[in-house]
């Protein structure tokens, strides 16, 4: 059972009220990557890098069973590179700045080992691009899943309706699924959102959990009320990694399964929060996740009698 993931790989620079980066790896494939491999390997990775992008982040992955064979290097250009600042709110972020460089020209080629996966995780990028992978797999995969951002519903809304028309499951903010739709209500925005194609709509809301939609249902999973957040970027993407990570090991696709998938990837994203950049995405152990996963349990389970 394979996975394909495409993304972003790149530098960002961040700050957020408790410190400040100037260059950190980041993109959104390389969370993606690092949070789905705790599930599932092989990750076949599809993205872009420029001349800097550090080796040993390659080996990393590469050791944690991501392969690189769809990854292009370009000798004379470099990363992509986006730099964010989050207020004490850490819920909203402004964008300062996303120098596309090597994303600009991207042209992704799907490598023949890929061919056969079952699972497609189309990380936040161009719908372009994201486009171009669908139409290069010869075969379906099982569930092709989906993440967004308002950047591309700025400059390509029309391309990324079309991926939409294509895929399974879509993965955006509460912000995104209002900008999407044009409704304020989610369950209205919900609504119109899976007209649109998409069977399942994950609606993220940070520290206030994330919602799926199907058909007439919904289920609701918080966020874990942390102490202390020290950085939020990528765990979105970690979120998306977690979800589809499990899915892809469980083999199960059902509505059921998928509720257990966004406990997995908000336990993850959880975790993606604690430091700077992936830093700490690389140290989980399973003991680790596994007590987290069970404080998830009891932040939820409650007795109630209705008699
Ligand atoms: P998240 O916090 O999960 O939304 O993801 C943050 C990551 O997304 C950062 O590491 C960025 O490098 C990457 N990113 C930011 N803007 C874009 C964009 N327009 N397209 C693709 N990746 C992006």
Redesign the pocket.
């Known amino acids: 059972m394979s996975l394909i993931s495409v ?2 790989m ?3 620079a961040i700050e957020t009220p408790f410190g400040k980066v100037d260059q950190i790896v ?3 494939g ?2 993606v990557a690092y949070a789905a491999a705790n599930f599932i390997t092989p990750i076949q990775q599809i993205s872009i890098i420029g001349y800097d992008f550090p080796q040993e982040e390659l080996d990393e992955l590469k050791k944690r069973g991501v392969e690189l064979d769809g990854v292009e290097t370009v000798a004379d250009k470099k990363s ?1 590179f ?1 730099s ?1 600042k989050y207020h004490l709110d850490m819920n909203n972020r402004d ?1 300062l700045v ?1 120098d596309l460089n090597v ?1 600009a020209d991207f042209n992704p080629i799907v490598p023949d080992s890929y061919q056969g996966a079952e699972f497609l995780m189309l ?4 719908p372009h691009i994201q486009l171009s992978v669908i139409n290069q797999l010869k075969v379906r995969p099982k569930l092709i899943a989906m993440d967004s ?1 308002n ?2 519903m700025d400059i390509a809304l029309d391309d990324l309706k079309e991926v939409l028309t294509k895929i399974d499951v879509l993965m955006i903010n509460d912000a995104e699924a209002r900008q999407l739709s044009g409704e304020f209500s989610l369950a209205k925005a919900a609504r119109k959102i899976l007209s649109m194609g998409p069977k399942f709509l994950v609606i993220k809301k940070g520290e206030h959990g994330a919602l799926l939609f199907h058909e007439d249902h919904v289920f609701f999973a918080p966020a874990l009320p942390l102490e202390e957040v020290f950085d ?8 998306a990694g977690g979800f589809i990570g499990y899915l892809a090991k469980t083999k199960d696709i059902s509505f059921t399964n998928m509720k257990t998938a966004i406990i997995m990837g908000s336990a993850l994203a959880s975790f993606c929060v604690e430091k700077f950049g992936p830093n700490r995405l690389k140290e989980i152990t399973k003991k680790e996740l596994d007590a987290r996963l069970s404080e998830f349990v009891q932040l939820v389970s409650f007795d109630i009698d209705l008699a």
Request: proline share 3%.
């Open positions: 993304g972003t790149a530098f960002d980041g993109g959104s390389t969370y992509f986006w964010g964008t996303t994303l990380g936040n990028l161009s951002m950047f591309w939020p970027t990528g765990a979105g993407d970690t979120f």
